[in-house]
């Protein structure tokens, strides 16, 4: 059973930067990766998807803003969030692209002045 532990978030104000982490118990070797955030009332959506061969893509709203990295010797990912805006605002986790691991306990990212 895979385990996955982010971490990183925080209270910011807008237009600041955070750096969220997410450590994987297993491999991700030519394992497609990704980002995905559930804000309140909403449902979980995607963020940023980076492949075996570190081609990235982004959700619109945050292109430009967000740069999604992997390490796959530490089993680590990695989302550098800059710009932030209010409606950032969410819990952020990390899974599999598509998604079909179970999910981590995730990291608050709260943006507000």
């Known amino acids: 059973q895979v385990q996955l532990v982010e971490s990183g978030g925080g209270l910011v104000q807008p237009g600041g930067s955070l750096r969220l982490s997410c450590t994987v118990s297993?491999?991700?070797?030519?394992?497609?990766m990704a980002w995905y955030r559930q804000a309140p009332g909403k449902q979980r959506e995607f963020v940023a998807r980076?492949?075996?061969?570190?081609?990235?893509n982004y959700l619109d709203s945050v292109k430009g803003r967000f740069t999604i990295s992997r390490d796959n010797v530490k089993g680590a990912l990695y989302l550098q969030m800059d710009s932030l805006k209010p409606e950032d605002t969410a819990v952020y986790y990390c899974?599999?692209?598509?998604?079909?691991?179970?999910w981590g306990q995730g990291t608050q990212v709260t943006v507000s002045s």
């Open positions: 899974n599999k692209y598509p998604s079909n691991w179970s």
């Open positions: 297993g491999t991700i070797f030519g394992i497609y």
């Open positions: 980076i492949t075996t061969n570190s081609s990235t």
